[in-house]
């Protein structure tokens, strides 16, 4: 037990853990990749020149049963100093930060999706049985009806007349759709995801513009991969 402490989350308290391992000529470390909670960690032991091994927990396994964190680091360490564990792959810089803005956006995208779903439920609660009469309720012809709706207009054939020309339904089949109950609760809910679906839209086209920033850096900055993408 003399061997072991116990540190703090702050960026203070992991800072002074690594002085705690140089004090003892500690050159090298093995952590478990668990959840997020190593990232810190990590991103300072690498930064206070240690060699740090990162291995999947599940290499890491002790006996079943009960245990505690103080028995789980000892064993880490029992594997590390005989040389048992292999560190698990990490990207460069570069890609880990692109994969946080592509994840970001499929997050994003998700909760588009699920608006998108909420909209098209209070849409049919209207009896507005626009998901019938258009390929895409979030089409541009679906939008311009559901924002018109949403402006409170509620006149069938003026709704009809968003039609956009590509729309295989004729302007007279799309107003028949369209024959509302006047629900103002369901209205006021399909004006709610109207608005959440647009906000998740804004914020997928300000990922994106990162994203396409970040690639130009990237290939900028690598000759080898420039080539590679011209060849392309």
Not at 43 to 55: D, K, P, R, T, Y
Request: charged share 30%.
């Amino acid at each position: 037990m003399e061997d072991v402490k116990e540190f703090g989350v702050y960026a203070e308290d992991l800072v002074a853990l690594c002085h705690w391992l140089h004090s003892f000529g500690i050159r090298t470390v093995a952590m478990e990749s668990t959840g997020d909670y190593w990232q810190s960690l990590y991103a300072v032991l690498i930064s206070e020149g240690f060699q740090v091994i990162l291995c999947n927990g599940k290499f890491t396994k002790n006996i079943k049963g009960k245990k505690t964190d103080i028995q789980d680091c000892q064993w880490i360490q029992k594997l590390h100093s005989i040389g048992l564990l292999s560190g698990s792959f990490l990207p460069d810089e570069a890609t880990e930060q692109l994969r946080t803005y592509c994840r970001n956006r499929s997050n994003l995208l998700d909760s588009a999706a699920s608006a998108s779903k909420k909209m098209q439920k209070f849409l049919r609660l209207l009896n507005l049985r626009l998901d019938i009469v258009v390929h895409d309720t979030c089409g541009q012809t679906g939008l311009s009806i559901i924002k018109a709706i949403c402006s409170g207009e509620s006149d069938p054939a003026k709704l009809a007349s968003l039609r956009h020309y590509n729309c295989r339904k004729s302007e007279e089949e799309i107003a028949k759709a369209l024959q509302s109950n006047g629900r103002k609760d369901y209205l006021f809910a399909l004006e709610q995801e109207l608005e959440m679906y647009e906000y998740f839209q804004s914020k997928i086209n300000l990922c994106d513009i990162e994203i396409e920033k970040m690639l130009a850096r990237t290939i900028d900055n690598d000759d080898k991969k420039e080539t590679t993408l011209y060849r392309k």
